[in-house]
């Protein structure tokens, strides 16, 4: 029994090639090693409730219809209605920058553009028509030049942009919401994200991630593609530098023309026979994160706090970067998916808070230490998005924490690095015939960077082989 594609992994971008390949007909099953699909953005249950990992936001939000724009685009693709999505959009978020114990600079931001420009204005008079300038200059989704794929964000930023503490209040979120590297990002990954945030804006499905994966895997099935749940991809098997299958965790041989893989690059290069890279290879990501979901007794709206997601940084440089320590609790983002505009809100509100962390800690722990370092991490990050938002831990009815072990265990990702590794191949390539990346290693991070993947590569590796999407 030959595939036409198989595809490693259930995540965002596995499940969405999988969804073009079925439409054209084509004979494709997703094998993903878990018993969960989602990858990065799934859930699961602990104690009768519910958790997610991954999606605090929906980015690239815009209105049903808006023409030209990336969602609207991935939704005819997939065939998904704006409604079935039932997005809630934020109310308003801010990235804040602490410069001292009683000086903090807040830059708020809507779905609304003009509420950043107003937020620009009131910090920094002088520089608003320096930050419109750079608005005006951002590349765009599909027309960064190679020199905007080489030029630091920071430094493109700075020559618009007079005030170094503005320019920091501007990266805080694009680094967070999808930078594979360390502080600073390219000026085209910046654009991207930027416009993401920024310029479209931020929403949730009501029900979470679950209700997204729920139309994912229902249009996936309803199209004729096979999902084996629990079938681990142990090695890609080749001949004469063409793929020939794969073998499963449970030594079975299945055959196929293609395999696309979410697995990552130096992940994907290993079961295919290279030589496991070492931790310090340059090619495997630094960012991980240590994530605590708490569900309170009361909503944030009742203590006071209405700001959907907050970026912070509790230090005049933002450390963007993997800690020394076991966890930085110094930046951080903190969500509340109450505080979307929703008309159908989850059984009991909740808050998470995600602050960056070391790998290489995290995973050299026996179980006992481990539990309780995460005790020690978590409050220190609890304490310190207090002093961004509302007294949490006083109204913690229960908490649920992972660390980049939990998340390289469950995703596979070497250096449970969330953005996958900093060298991406922008065109799915590798050596072997008939075997492409896609997903984070093939360079769109994010839940619809990882859709749009996902689409792009099934369509221009089998459906339009000079095509992307239409
Ligand atoms: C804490 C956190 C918060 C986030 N917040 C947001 C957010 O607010 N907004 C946003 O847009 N994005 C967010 N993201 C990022 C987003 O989740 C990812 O960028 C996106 O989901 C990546 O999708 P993917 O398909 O590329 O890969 P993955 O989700 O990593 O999927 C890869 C899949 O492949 C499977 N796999 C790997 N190896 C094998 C193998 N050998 N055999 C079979 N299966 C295999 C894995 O088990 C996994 O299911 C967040 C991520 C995290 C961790």
Redesign the pocket.
């Given at each position: 029994m030959r595939y036409d594609a198989l595809i490693?992994?259930?995540?965002?971008?596995?499940l969405a090639a999988g969804i073009r390949l079925a439409q054209a007909g084509k004979r494709v099953a997703v094998?993903?090693?878990?018993y969960l699909?989602?990858?990065?953005?799934s859930f699961y249950k602990r104690a009768g409730r519910r958790f997610e990992?991954?999606?605090?936001?929906?980015?690239n939000f815009v209105p049903k219809g808006t023409p030209n724009v990336p969602l609207t685009r991935i939704l005819r693709q997939l065939r998904i209605s704006h409604d079935a999505l039932r997005l809630a959009p934020q109310r308003h978020s801010k990235s804040a920058l602490r410069l001292s114990s009683d000086e903090t600079l807040v830059l708020e931001y809507s779905n609304d553009p003009a509420r950043m420009r107003a937020s620009v204005e009131r910090l920094f008079p002088a520089e608003t028509a320096g930050f419109e300038r750079m608005v005006a200059a951002l590349p765009g989704y599909s027309d960064a030049t190679e020199a905007d794929r080489t030029t630091s964000a920071r430094a493109r930023l700075a020559e618009f942009v007079r005030e170094p503490r503005l320019v920091e209040l501007l990266m805080i979120a694009p680094l967070f919401?999808g930078s594979p590297t360390e502080r600073d990002m390219s000026w085209a990954e910046y654009g991207i994200l930027f416009r993401s945030i920024h310029l479209e804006g931020m929403a949730r499905p009501e029900g979470g991630i679950k209700a997204l994966l729920d139309l994912l895997i229902e249009r996936f099935e309803a199209e004729g593609g096979e999902l084996r749940m629990r079938?681990?991809?142990a090695a890609i098997l080749h001949t004469h530098g063409r793929v020939t299958g794969v073998r499963l965790d449970d030594g079975t041989e299945l055959e196929c023309e293609r395999v696309l893989s979410?697995?990552g690059l130096v992940?994907t290069e290993a079961?295919c026979g290279t030589p496991r890279a070492n931790e310090d290879d340059p090619r495997i990501g630094r960012l991980s994160?240590v994530?605590v979901c708490c569900v309170l007794d009361r909503t944030p709206l009742e203590l006071g706090h209405d700001t959907t997601i907050v970026f912070y940084s509790d230090s005049e440089r933002f450390l963007y970067e993997r800690p020394e320590t076991p966890v930085e609790p110094r930046a951080g983002v903190i969500t509340c998916p109450s505080n979307y505009l929703t008309s159908a809100p989850d059984p009991e509100p909740f808050v998470r808070v995600?602050c960056p962390a070391n790998h290489g800690f995290w995973t050299s722990l026996d179980e006992t230490r481990y539990a309780a370092e995460k005790v020690r991490a978590v409050d220190a990050m609890l304490a310190a998005a207090e002093s961004f938002s509302f007294p949490i831990r006083p109204h913690i009815l229960f908490r649920d924490s992972f660390t980049p072990r939990t998340?390289e265990r469950?995703?596979?990702?070497r250096g449970g690095a969330?953005?996958g590794s900093p060298l991406k191949r922008r065109d799915g390539q590798t050596d072997l015939a008939g075997l492409e990346l896609?997903?984070?290693d093939q360079g769109l991070?994010?839940?619809?960077?990882?859709l749009l993947?996902?689409i792009s590569i099934a369509n221009r590796s089998v459906l339009a082989p000079s095509g992307g999407l239409s």
């Open positions: 490693l992994g259930a995540g965002m971008s596995g094998l993903e090693r878990h699909w989602g990858g990065l953005n990992t991954g999606l605090h936001a929906l980015t919401y079938n681990g991809v979410s697995a992940e079961l994160f994530e995600t998340i469950f995703t596979g990702h969330v953005y896609i997903g984070t991070v994010g839940v619809v960077g990882a993947s996902g």
